[in-house]
C-alpha cells in the first residue's frame, strides 16, 4: 500500500510538473527607425491574439511547457519571429525582428512573416489530407521575382503552393524550412517521378539544384 501511494504521488507530481503554467517574454529588434510598432501577436496552440503597439518588451501566458507556433503581423516593417523549438522555464524568450520594408518590383511574390508550421513529421495520408486543404506550402527565403500566375500553375497540378519568406534565416527557420520543403519533395517524386521539378517556379529552400 505504501509502494502505491508512493508511486500516485510521484505521478501526481510528473502530471503537475507537465501542467505548470509557462511565461514567456516577448522582445523586439527593431532594425528600422520607428520608435513604435501597430501590429498584432498570435498563439496558434491557445488561439489567442494581442493587439501590441509599442517596441517594449511583454510576457505571455502559456498553460505548460511544450511546442508552440507565435506569429506577428504588422504594416509597419517586415517582421521575423524567432523562438525555441520547446519553451520551457529557462528557454522561453520569442523575438521579433523588425527591418525596413523591401521595395517590390512588378510581378514580385512579397515575404510574409507567418512563423513556418513544422509538417515534417505528418504521415502520408496526413499529408495528403492537409494538401487536399491547400494548407502545404513549399517555402522560399528571399524575392521571388516571378509571375504570380506562374505559381498558381503549379498549385492547380500539383496541390502544393509557395510562401515567400525574409532573406534572414534564424537557425529554427532554416531547419523547419528544409526539413518542409525536403518532406514535400520526397511526397511528389513518389507519385511524379523527377517530372515535378521541371515545372518549379522558384527554388525551394534547401533543395538541391
Not at 508512493?6 to 511565461?23: D, K, M, N, Q, R
Not at 511546442?67 to 503581423?73: D, L, Q, S, V
Request: hydrophobic share 35%; proline share 4%; aromatic share 10%.
Amino acid at each position: 500500500m505504501k509502494l502505491f501511494s508512493t508511486l500516485l504521488i510521484a505521478l501526481l507530481s510528473v502530471y503537475t510538473s507537465y501542467a505548470t503554467p509557462i511565461t514567456a517574454t516577448v522582445v523586439f529588434e527593431n532594425l528600422t527607425e520607428q520608435t513604435t510598432v501597430n501590429g498584432v501577436f498570435f498563439i496558434t496552440e491557445t488561439n489567442e491574439k494581442f493587439e501590441i503597439n509599442t517596441l517594449s518588451s511583454f510576457t505571455v501566458e502559456l498553460p505548460e511547457k511544450g511546442k508552440y507556433e507565435f506569429r506577428f503581423h504588422t504594416e509597419d516593417a517586415t517582421a521575423l519571429t524567432s523562438y525555441p523549438v520547446r519553451i520551457t522555464e529557462r528557454n522561453n524568450t520569442i523575438t521579433i525582428r523588425l527591418e525596413k520594408k523591401a521595395q517590390l518590383n512588378k510581378g514580385t511574390i512579397a515575404p510574409i512573416t507567418v512563423t513556418t508550421k513544422d509538417i515534417s513529421n505528418l504521415s502520408t495520408e496526413d499529408l495528403k489530407s492537409e494538401i487536399s486543404k491547400g494548407t502545404v506550402n513549399f517555402i522560399v527565403h528571399g524575392l521571388a521575382a516571378i509571375s504570380p500566375e506562374t505559381f498558381e500553375a503549379f498549385k492547380n497540378e500539383y496541390g502544393i503552393g509557395f510562401i515567400s519568406k525574409n532573406c534572414i534565416v534564424d537557425p529554427i527557420t532554416y531547419k523547419t524550412s528544409q526539413d518542409n520543403n525536403t518532406k514535400i519533395a520526397a511526397y511528389l517524386t513518389s507519385l511524379f517521378g523527377k517530372d515535378w521539378e521541371k515545372k518549379l517556379p522558384a527554388q525551394p529552400f534547401g533543395l538541391k539544384q
